[in-house]
């Protein structure tokens, strides 16, 4: 049974860090890239940042770059994702993501990241 839990999400003030974590089982996560997505009411979900299955290489959407850092320890069955310097337009459901492309896609349940004063 294939799982992706996600966790750290919660409510930090304006220029805060977080450091969201997704737990992998059920498939072999280290032939997965991973990514983060995200989705605000009433916006489309986005890609916030992805990771190749080896951890060489990352990339990220416009708006984090700089504030938000993805990582992956494949001994762990673990992806994160660093985030800092935290806006209030960074409040949405994030969520974790498993591509291959030759297997179907996989997510998480989402965490919820509210920043606000």
């Known amino acids: 049974q294939v799982q992706l839990v996600e966790s750290g999400g919660g409510l930090v003030q304006p220029g805060g860090s977080l450091r969201l974590s997704c737990v992998a089982s059920g498939f072999t996560f280290r032939t997965y890239g991973m990514n983060w997505y995200r989705q605000a009411p009433g916006k489309e979900r986005e890609l916030v940042a992805g990771?190749?299955?080896?951890?060489?290489?990352?990339n990220y959407a416009d708006s984090v770059k700089g504030r938000f850092t993805i990582a992956r320890d494949n001994a762990k069955n673990t992806v994160y994702l660093q985030m800092s310097k935290l806006k209030p337009e960074d409040s949405a459901v994030y969520y974790c993501?498993?591509?291959?492309?030759?297997?179907?896609?996989?997510w998480g349940q989402g965490t919820q990241v509210t920043v606000s004063s």
């Open positions: 993501n498993a591509a291959s492309p030759w297997a179907d896609d996989y």
């Open positions: 990771i190749i299955s080896t951890g060489a290489v990352t």
